[in-house]
Structure formats: structure tokens, C-alpha cells
């Protein structure tokens, strides 16, 4: 089981953040679309809904220090006072 969530995790790193958010839209719309929920089958979306929050996360965690980066070189140059 540890392999298969290992996997999950993998496959979800690799996908863009708009890709994650999609694929979250997806996940929500079937559990809204369903009349009879199949346990086993909403337990997967659940967990691949997870993965896909934690990766989510993670790339705007990213995102966020690169716009920190980029903020601290233009208040750290004095050529760009002028702009």
C-alpha cells in the first residue's frame, strides 16, 4: 500500500498547478454527480484529491518565494529606483 501512495505522490509532483486544480474540479464534480457512492471508489478520490492539495501547496509555496526573490532583487538594486 506504502508503494501505491508513494506512486500517487510521484505522478502528482509532476503536474502543474493548473493541471492539480483541474483534476480537483474533476474530483468534485464526480462525488456532486453521484446518487449511490461507491465507498472504495470515493476513498480513491479522496486520497488522490489529498495528494493533489499537498502538491498544490507545495508549487504555491514555491511560487510564493520565487515572487519574494524577484520582489527583494528589485527593492535591493538602486537602477530600479526609478521605475
Known amino acids: 500500500m506504502a508503494e ?3 506512486t500517487s505522490q510521484i505522478s502528482q509532483s509532476g ?3 493548473s493541471d492539480n486544480l483541474k ?3 474533476e474530483i468534485s464534480a464526480w462525488f ?3 446518487n449511490d457512492l461507491d465507498i472504495e471508489s ?3 478520490k479522496v486520497k488522490t484529491a489529498a495528494a493533489l492539495i499537498k502538491s498544490s501547496k507545495e508549487k ?3 511560487l510564493e518565494n520565487e515572487f519574494k526573490e524577484i520582489e527583494k532583487d528589485f527593492s535591493d538594486n538602486p537602477d530600479n ?3
Open 4 to 6: 501505491k501512495k508513494k
Open 42 to 44: 470515493g476513498l480513491e
Open 32 to 34: 456532486s454527480d453521484q
Open 81 to 83: 529606483d526609478d521605475q
Open 15 to 17: 503536474k502543474s498547478l
Open 23 to 25: 483534476e480537483l474540479a
Open 60 to 62: 504555491l509555496d514555491k
